[in-house]
T-cell receptor, first 119, second 112 residues
Framework: GAVVSQHPSRVICKSGTSVKIECRSLDFQATTMFWYRQFPKQSLMLMATSNEGSKATYEQGVEKDKFLINHASLTLSTLTVTSAHPEDSSFYICSARPGSGSEAYNEQFFGPGTRLTVL | EDKVVQSPLSLVVHEGDTVTLNCSYE??????LLWYKQEKKAPTFLFML????IEKKSGRLSSILDKKELFSILNITATQTGDSAIYLCAVEPLYNFNKFYFGSGTKLNVKP
């Protein structure tokens, strides 16, 4: 149980285009999902917290107009990188936290990540 | 500012060795500390620690938390090449239980 999927796993795009990344909790409902960014040889940096049915909470320094987050259902959150530029190239990982009724409420389950390369 | 520091940054050992990875933290109102293993892709959960002095074990891996000295260690005994990965430590504050602060990780390389 507690599987999180991400799609696509890898995307290459031209500068100026927008890219949408999906994060799905496959076998549980996730009231909260998280989006992280990871640069090579660096740790995970939390970008934003996504709550179902409400606006995402962005970390300091993360542009909310650049990284649009939508959490339309209890099993799906999307991250859209708008007008992507080469400096947006990175590994984006989502995680999902089960609802308070779950035994695993205190855990975050990570998706496999999406490698974004902007040319 | 809340922060998590892991050491060493990287480590090379031979199969059969025992390793100890360190994680120290400064967090206002601590809630929990978590260890993850990251290989090629997503981190996988290893342990969650909330209480001082209680060791958690899973096979050859074990971990313990010291809330007085603000650190945790992750031990791996009889290491195998499959243990090669980046080990991440994350701390969750009480005031914002949704936010995990990750350390920079320890890259472990186990040679045959």
């Amino acid at each position: 149980g507690a599987v999180v999927s991400q799609h696509p796993s890898r995307v290459i795009c031209k500068s100026g285009t927008s890219v949408k990344i999906e994060c799905r909790s496959l076998d549980f409902q996730a009231t909260t999902m998280f989006w992280y960014r990871q640069f090579p040889k660096q740790s995970l940096m939390l970008m934003a917290t996504s709550n179902e049915g409400s606006k995402a909470t962005y970390e300091q320094g993360v542009e909310k107009d650049k990284f649009l987050i939508n959490h339309a259902s209890l099993t799906l959150s999307t991250l859209t990188v708008t007008s992507a530029h080469p400096e947006d190239s990175s590994f984006y990982i989502c995680s999902a936290r089960p609802g308070s009724g779950s035994e695993a409420y205190n855990e975050q389950f990570f998706g496999p990540g999406t490698r974004l390369t902007v040319l | 500012e809340d922060k998590v520091v892991q050491s060493p940054l990287s480590l090379v050992v031979h199969e059969g060795d025992t390793v100890t990875l360190n994680c120290s933290y400064e967090v206002t109102n601590f809630r929990s500390l978590l260890w993850y293993k990251q290989e090629k892709k997503a981190p996988t959960f290893l342990f969650m620690l909330t209480s001082s002095g209680i060791e958690k074990k899973s096979g050859r891996l074990s971990s313990i938390l010291d809330k007085k000295e603000l650190f945790s260690i992750l031990n791996i005994t009889a290491t195998q090449t499959g243990d090669s990965a980046i080990y991440l430590c994350a701390v969750e504050p009480l005031y914002n239980f949704n936010k995990f602060y990750f350390g920079s990780g320890t890259k472990l390389n186990v040679k045959p």
